[in-house]
């Protein structure tokens, strides 16, 4: 019996589009697998290290710019002052010279005793991703108290602009009134008949004539002065993708400076613990997870939807700023704005927290331990305290025993700190 191989058109059609599916099943399933037993993993451990380096470099250049806050914020640095007091500075005469500083500031007599050693040993203690967020949160207030010096700038040039105007439109007038008044219109007309018979002197006219150039010659010479003007190329700036979004201009100017104001109090709430988080409260994120499908088909990409929360702070002071400023304006439209301001700002502060991951994880301070004792009213020990624990949190109130003195209406105070040296 004889078999007849011969395969039609349509089978090997069918035959060619079974064998791309196997192939495609193939690649699907194993491809991953052997590109990595393909690729150096060598080189890219390389990368990802040379590719953080850089995330680190990047972030230490960007806070650079705000030590000189952080130590007048924290009374590292005297007023009007870019270094650490500590800086070049023997700790004890600096310890000294400031603890003398705030009690003059304090109103206590300078009549008060004071012991301070150097605490045996180095501790070294551990910097919290608290700190670290802190850290990227400071940065972020920076980023607003600018944002708010230029908004003020701008309205301030806006009114000054508009005042100029009004001065000029008044002149204006005060200029028509003048000239109704003094009547030059008939004045010109004598002037005019006065040299009527005057003969002209043509000479001149011509000659004048002559000087003026014509349209095509001043054309030309602007488009020479034009090709002859250096032209500078707008440079992209690598920091500007470093710098947090500024609020959007969508949203008017003066509601834009309201809502500066209470990002800063938040930030302030967080970095002084009073906050754990600084917007995880206001919104929410929904992630639906991608769906591979069958054999690559059918798949579904992974989505992301934002929401404001029902209680959110943030939402309902921008709805009554809103009100309070128009009624009329698009207030959803306005709200979806803010939300995705907000979202860009928490995935930057993620970004750079990300960046900071190579610095060094542990610190060792440089501590003293002071004693003082003085007699004072209760109001300069009140106000003592209130000064150390605002102007200079490097120092720390550890004890306090107050005893009394009914003949001098004084309180005897001994107070236990502790200062710590950053260097």
Same mark, same amino acid.
């Given at each position: 019996?004889?078999?007849?191989?011969?395969?039609?058109?349509?089978?090997?059609?069918?035959?060619?589009?079974?064998?791309?599916?196997?192939?495609?099943?193939?690649?699907?399933?194993?491809?991953?697998?052997?590109?990595?037993?393909?690729?150096?993993?060598?080189?890219?451990?390389?990368?990802?290290?040379?590719?953080?380096?850089?995330?680190?470099?990047?972030?230490?250049?960007?806070?650079?710019?705000?030590?000189?806050?952080?130590?007048?914020?924290?009374?590292?640095?005297?007023?009007?002052?870019?270094?650490?007091?500590?800086?070049?500075?023997?700790?004890?005469?600096?310890?000294?010279?400031?603890?003398?500083?705030?009690?003059?500031?304090?109103?206590?007599?300078?009549?008060?005793?004071?012991?301070?050693?150097?605490?045996?040993?180095?501790?070294?203690?551990?910097?919290?991703?608290?700190?670290?967020?802190?850290?990227?949160?400071?940065?972020?207030?920076?980023?607003?108290?600018?944002?708010?010096?230029?908004?003020?700038?701008?309205?301030?040039?806006?009114?000054?602009?508009?005042?100029?105007?009004?001065?000029?439109?008044?002149?204006?007038?005060?200029?028509?009134?003048?000239?109704?008044?003094?009547?030059?219109?008939?004045?010109?007309?004598?002037?005019?008949?006065?040299?009527?018979?005057?003969?002209?002197?043509?000479?001149?006219?011509?000659?004048?004539?002559?000087?003026?150039?014509?349209?095509?010659?001043?054309?030309?010479?602007?488009?020479?002065?034009?090709?002859?003007?250096?032209?500078?190329?707008?440079?992209?700036?690598?920091?500007?993708?470093?710098?947090?979004?500024?609020?959007?201009?969508?949203?008017?100017? @003066?509601?834009?400076?309201?809502?500066?104001?209470?990002?800063?109090?938040?930030?302030?709430?967080?970095?002084?613990?009073?906050?754990?988080?600084?917007?995880?409260?206001?919104?929410?994120?929904?992630? @639906?997870?991608?769906?591979?499908?069958?054999?690559?088909?059918?798949?579904?990409?992974?989505?992301?939807?934002?929401?404001?929360?029902?209680?959110?702070?943030?939402?309902?002071?921008?709805?009554?700023?809103?009100?309070?400023?128009?009624?009329?304006?698009?207030?959803?439209?306005?709200?979806?704005?803010?939300?995705?301001?907000?979202?860009?700002?928490?995935?930057?502060?993620?970004?750079?927290?990300?960046?900071?991951?190579?610095?060094?994880?542990?610190?060792?301070?440089?501590?003293?331990?002071?004693?003082?004792?003085?007699?004072?009213?209760?109001?300069?020990?009140?106000?003592?305290?209130?000064?150390?624990?605002?102007? @200079?949190?490097?120092?720390?109130?550890?004890?306090?025993?107050?005893?009394?003195?009914?003949?001098?209406?004084?309180?005897?105070?001994?107070?236990?700190?502790?200062?710590?040296?950053?260097?």
């Amino acid at each position: 019996m004889n078999l007849d191989l011969q395969l039609t058109t349509q089978t090997k059609f069918l035959i060619g589009i079974l064998g791309l599916v196997l192939i495609i099943a193939l690649v699907t399933q194993w491809g991953p697998g052997l590109y990595k037993m393909l690729s150096n993993e060598e080189m890219a451990t390389k990368k990802q290290t040379l590719q953080t380096s850089k995330d680190l470099v990047a972030a230490s250049r960007m806070l650079i710019p705000i030590e000189i806050g952080l130590f007048q914020k924290t009374g590292l640095a005297d007023e009007g002052e870019n270094v650490s007091i500590f800086n070049d500075n023997f700790p004890e005469t600096v310890i000294r010279t400031k603890i003398t500083s705030i009690i003059n500031k304090a109103g206590i007599p300078k009549n008060y005793q004071l012991n301070m050693e150097p605490i045996p040993g180095k501790k070294t203690e551990r910097i919290s991703p608290q700190a670290r967020r802190n850290l990227i949160n400071f940065l972020y207030q920076k980023k607003l108290e600018t944002e708010r010096e230029a908004l003020l700038s701008e309205i301030e040039a806006e009114y000054n602009s508009q005042e100029d105007a009004e001065v000029q439109a008044e002149d204006e007038m005060m200029d028509l009134l003048m000239n109704a008044w003094l009547d030059e219109s008939e004045k010109d007309q004598d002037e005019s008949e006065k040299y009527k018979d005057k003969p002209k002197d043509t000479d001149s006219i011509d000659n004048e004539e002559t000087d003026i150039p014509e349209n095509d010659e001043i054309q030309e010479a602007d488009e020479e002065s034009y090709m002859d003007t250096p032209t500078t190329e707008k440079k992209e700036n690598p920091e500007n993708k470093e710098q947090f979004v500024a609020l959007p201009e969508e949203i008017p100017i @003066s509601i834009r400076l309201e809502l500066i104001d209470l990002l800063i109090s938040m930030v302030d709430q967080q970095l002084v613990g009073a906050e754990i988080t600084l917007f995880e409260k206001e919104f929410y994120k929904i992630h @639906s997870e991608p769906k591979a499908g069958f054999l690559g088909f059918g798949g579904k990409k992974p989505t992301s939807e934002i929401n404001f929360n029902p209680n959110s702070h943030i939402l309902n002071n921008f709805g009554i700023l809103l009100d309070s400023y128009d009624p009329e304006l698009d207030k959803n439209q306005l709200s979806l704005v803010l939300l995705q301001y907000l979202e860009n700002i928490e995935t930057q502060i993620e970004d750079l927290i990300l960046g900071l991951r190579l610095a060094p994880s542990t610190y060792t301070p440089e501590s003293y331990s002071i004693k003082m004792k003085f007699k004072a009213e209760l109001d300069k020990l009140v106000n003592l305290n209130r000064i150390i624990e605002t102007s @200079s949190k490097w120092l720390m109130v550890r004890d306090l025993k107050i005893s009394t003195d009914n003949k001098q209406e004084k309180i005897t105070v001994e107070l236990f700190l502790i200062a710590r040296i950053y260097q």
